[in-house]
């Protein structure tokens, strides 16, 4: 327990010094944003920060903090270090840099962004793969509350009536103005998710479980090793691609950019505050790595959910913890839609006030999604979770770029690079390694994983002297 109350201490310390860094180096001021400059009522329409961190913080969370941070802890409790270390250092960082840096493009997606920044090539790879990844993104959230429904009403066995129904809502969610159901719902909703969290904490505490104190040990039953599958296992709560893809839905609210660390680096802090809970309390209602893992492969991450929440706070408690669990992907899935909608009207300049463009998106990326959702939801999950951390590694190389340009003292990019580099490894390591990759062994993967973080790295080294890529002019990023 121990460890757990220091993890959210580091927490909060990284909120209050770090985050003020990342704040600094980025210079917020008070320009007029593009909610007031652009306002249309749809898209673009100012929120007060309050409401919008609690839209940030629904938007970015999903089961992301909850499913990842389960299967995490299967790897044992060096997964808090990840958590804790991987969202104040990266996975904040990454959100807020992707936030304000959209909300100075008028609330440009993390495609055209690349573009400005990293050049032709990169934007139209990037449409490509973040479309790509929220597709994935929003068929996901749709399976998991589906099969959570199902199994929690009398109709059992019909989860595809329940997945036409989310569709359904997914439709609406897309379509209709942010301020109508997502700004309205979601502070419903995070109180939901807050509370869910903390009735789980609770249960944890109170309930006479044990938390493992953090070890480096790799503890996982079948002998995953850390590195890599760890950080590609827990996304979001560490460190997500997929929040790039929501910040510049919440640049286009944001009222001052004073309000950006709150917003952006803050509800990246509390999602992992989720994360770690759920990998405490997974951890702990299980008693051990095997049993978590057995629980997991046997129930489903949707199950074993039920399960501890079950076990832990009773049918009344467990309620609260329930909702909130299919709450939670229904509020990322709508938004993941709705982000690509946003992008491939970007790509085919679709003005999105009149509702007929909206449809003209909206409707084939739903088709393509109900398609989707009749794959294996653990292939599913697997290709989401190394995409997603690609994005988040291409994500940050962008703003590392754009920090270069803007000349936030010599060396303030490294906020954005060390973290970029870090998950070049990752992601390289990763897709060489997996069996969903081409499966090579550690002796390959490990040292290529290593050459390309080093390449990488050495590639800012020169763009930090040039001031510019090295295929940009100097003067091409004004």
Same mark, same amino acid.
């Given at each position: 327990m121990i460890s757990l109350i220091a993890c959210f201490g580091v927490l909060?310390?990284? @909120? !209050?010094?770090? $985050?003020?860094?990342?704040?600094?180096t980025f210079g917020p001021d008070d320009r007029v944003t593009p909610a007031n400059r652009l306002t249309d009522g749809v898209d673009y329409v100012p929120m007060k920060g309050w409401r919008l961190f609690l839209v940030q913080l629904l938007n970015i969370a999903g089961t992301g903090p909850i499913f990842g941070p389960l299967m995490g802890a299967c790897f044992g409790p060096v997964v808090f270090l990840w958590i804790v270390f991987g969202s104040v250092l990266g996975g904040a960082v990454h959100d807020y840099m992707v936030g304000m840096i959209?909300?100075?493009?008028?609330?440009?997606?993390?495609?055209?962004?690349?573009?400005? @920044? !990293?050049?032709? $090539?990169?934007?139209?790879g990037m449409r490509l793969f973040s479309v790509l990844l929220l597709l994935l993104t929003g068929t996901v959230f749709v399976n998991s509350p589906a099969a959570l429904i199902d199994r929690l009403t009398p109709m059992q066995n019909d989860t595809q009536i329940w997945v036409v129904v989310i569709l359904a809502y997914y439709v609406?969610?897309?379509?209709?103005?942010?301020d109508k159901i997502i700004g309205k719902l979601y502070p419903v909703f995070g109180v939901v998710l807050i509370a869910m969290a903390a009735g789980i904490l609770g249960g944890t505490v109170f309930g006479g479980y044990r938390v493992p104190e953090i070890s480096l040990a790799n503890l996982h039953p079948e002998g995953l090793p850390v590195w890599p599958y760890m950080f590609v296992t827990v996304a979001c709560g560490a460190i997500s691609g997929f929040h790039a893809t929501q910040s510049p839905m919440a640049s286009k609210c944001i009222t001052s950019e004073r309000q950006g660390r709150r917003i952006f680096y803050g509800a990246m802090l509390a999602e992992s505050v989720i994360a770690l809970i759920w990998a405490a309390g997974g951890a702990a209602f299980y008693g051990a790595t095997g049993?978590?893992?057995?629980?997991?492969?046997?129930?489903g991450q949707s199950g074993t959910v039920y399960d501890i929440s079950m076990g832990m706070l009773g049918p009344v408690g467990?309620?609260?913890?329930?909702?909130?669990?299919?709450?939670?992907?229904i509020t990322s899935g709508d938004t993941a839609f709705r982000s690509a909608r946003l992008i491939l009207a970007e790509m085919f300049h679709l003005d999105q006030k009149p509702?007929?463009?909206?449809?003209?998106?909206?409707?084939p990326?739903?088709?393509v999604a109900a398609v989707l959702t009749q794959l294996d939801f653990n292939v599913l999950w697997r290709y989401f979770s190394w995409s997603n951390q690609t994005l988040a590694m291409i994500s940050l190389w962008v703003a590392t770029a754009y920090l270069i340009k803007a000349g936030r003292t010599r060396y303030g990019s490294l906020v954005t690079a060390l973290p970029a580099t870090f998950m070049s490894a990752v992601s390289?390591?990763?897709?060489?390694?997996?069996?969903?990759?081409?499966?090579?062994?550690a002796a390959v993967a490990y040292p290529a994983g290593a050459v390309f973080a080093a390449a990488m790295f050495a590639l800012y080294m020169c763009a930090l002297r040039r001031g510019s890529l090295p295929w940009q002019r100097p003067d091409s990023l004004a």
């Open positions: 909060i310390i990284g @909120y !209050l010094t770090y $985050g003020r860094l990342v704040d600094r959209s909300e100075r493009h008028d609330g440009k997606s993390i495609a055209e962004l690349s573009g400005i @920044y !990293l050049g032709g $090539g990169a934007k139209w609406l969610a897309t379509l209709l103005p942010i049993g978590l893992n057995s629980a997991l492969s046997t129930l467990a309620v609260l913890a329930i909702i909130g669990v299919i709450a939670c992907p509702i007929k463009n909206r449809l003209l998106v909206t409707l990326l739903l088709g390289l390591t990763y897709i060489l390694m997996a069996k969903e990759g081409l499966s090579l062994g």
